[in-house]
């Protein structure tokens, strides 16, 4: 039994390893792709005339970027305050600390 199981950690371990070690020789390149088209998206693209539709101004369309921008990354720190139990108080102590 017990050397079905190191037989086994072992076997995980080696194939994390190799998995670990073999991949794609772009992971550089593709890091700074994906930070080129971070900046733009928080600059709102090279072209500022990009972000508007029809009937809206450019400004109007940046505008409504720039909110769904603030409403998302809201809503992603209400998620991680749920995950790690902060967005409540603690009920271990008889009053409030402020």
Same mark, same amino acid.
């Given at each position: ?18 998995? !670990?070690?073999?991949?794609?020789? %772009?992971? !550089?390149?593709?890091? +700074? ?6 900046? +733009? ?5 090279? +072209? ?6 029809? !009937? ?22 209400? +998620?991680?305050?749920?995950? %790690?139990?902060?967005?409540? /108080? ?7 600390? /402020?």
């Amino acid at each position: 039994m017990k050397n079905w199981l190191v037989s086994i950690l072992l076997g995980a371990a080696l194939i994390l390893v190799v998995l !670990g070690t073999v991949g794609c020789g %772009f992971i !550089g390149k593709a890091d +700074d792709v994906i930070e080129q088209k971070a900046a +733009d998206v928080m600059r709102m693209g090279p +072209d500022r005339e990009a972000t508007a539709q029809m !009937g809206e101004t450019v400004a109007e369309g940046h505008r409504r970027h720039i909110r769904n921008h603030r409403l998302n990354r809201q809503a992603m720190n209400e +998620d991680l305050d749920a995950l %790690f139990l902060t967005d409540q /108080p603690s009920r271990l102590a008889e009053r409030a600390i /402020p």
